[in-house]
């Protein structure tokens, strides 16, 4: 353990010497900044979303959003207003979603991005964790007859511009020495729409955005989804540096909906389980301690996020899983004791 911890030391030391230069050039540096005073004044969260992905956010034609992004929305201002209606959702391209939240336009961006580290560092931004673990693969046509990516070489690809899908891409085929032609759009929207056009022989994205995308498509059996996953694309929601009060309560209101569902709390049992002799139990539910205080919260705050949003399980389920379209089975995001990465740690 000595050893490890001078390694880690040095290694520290190392860092400061060359600088943190992402550090100093994040614009939103400063620790007075009081994003949850600012929510509450203006009486809603304003959440930066999708323009349109099925499963992560979509709305519908009434203009009601629904996903596992969204939820976590909600859950955010279920946990502040106890009411998890109280957002405005602002749908942004990927070019424009990380500018919106450096600039203050949103309090929060939920919209499936990736976690990496010139995110953070160099445009000053914080994950708050992971709520969807996922990994980059290929859409193409059975017709095409090919059944892995390594047969894809010569293909046209089309993909999304600025984002690390285009990064990944050109990654894969050049360590695989392949040849391809890309052929890039500025939105998800435009680049599924060519494909399904037959303006290339193959689509990539994340494997969960790939049947969401699918769903869309004019004959959505005619297509299939390779089984190679060429990258990790960790996505989570994102705040501004400098707020660290801000970003624990978006960090802990996801780790409130993995918490209640390993403990069996749901959406129906919630109130019942407020009786609960179980510490775990009581203390994320508000009935034993205050644990909300220092996020700025009622003592309540993990009560009001289940019993308006549910588990994270819950929100999976309906969204993504086996309650939706997509279907898409837990995988990687299955609690931590399923086989799963999912861990959350306590509320104590």
Known sequence: MKVRASSLCFAIAAATTLGFTGFANAQSGDKTSRTLEQVKARGSLSCGTNTGLAGFALPDDKGNWTGIDV???????????????KIKFVPLTA????????????????????????????????????????????????????SSAMELSGASVCVQQGTTTELNLADYFRS?????EVVAFATANEAIKAYDSGRCDAYTTDQSGLYSERIKLTNADEHLVLPEVISKEPLGPAVRQGDDQWFNLV?????????????????????????STVPEVRRLLGVEGDYGKALGLTPDWGF?????????????????????????????????????????????
């Not at 560092?121 to 708050?128: N, S």
């Not at 969204?319 to 004791?337: H, M, Q």
Request: aromatic residues 10%.
């Open 176 to 180: 695989n020495n392949m040849k391809y």
């Open 95 to 146: 070019k424009d979603r990380f500018t919106a939240l450096q600039s203050g336009e949103i309090d929060v961006l939920s919209r499936n991005g990736t976690w990496t580290q010139s995110r953070e560092a160099d445009l000053g931004l914080l994950w708050t964790g992971v709520n969807y673990y996922d990994g980059q693969g290929f859409m193409v046509r059975k017709k095409l007859n090919v």
């Open 304 to 348: 009001r996020i289940v019993k308006h949003v549910g588990n994270y399980g819950e929100s999976f389920n309906r969204n993504l899983g086996e309650g939706s379209r997509l279907k898409i089975k837990r995988g990687l995001n299955a609690l931590w004791n399923k086989g799963g990465l999912q861990y959350a740690p306590p509320v104590r």
């Open 71 to 85: 939820d976590l929305c909600r859950a955010i201002s279920a946990a502040i207003f106890n009411d998890p209606n």
């Open 251 to 275: 960090k802990w209101a996801h780790f409130v909906m993995l918490n209640a569902e390993e403990l069996g709390i749901t959406k129906a049992n919630v109130d019942e389980r407020l009786k």
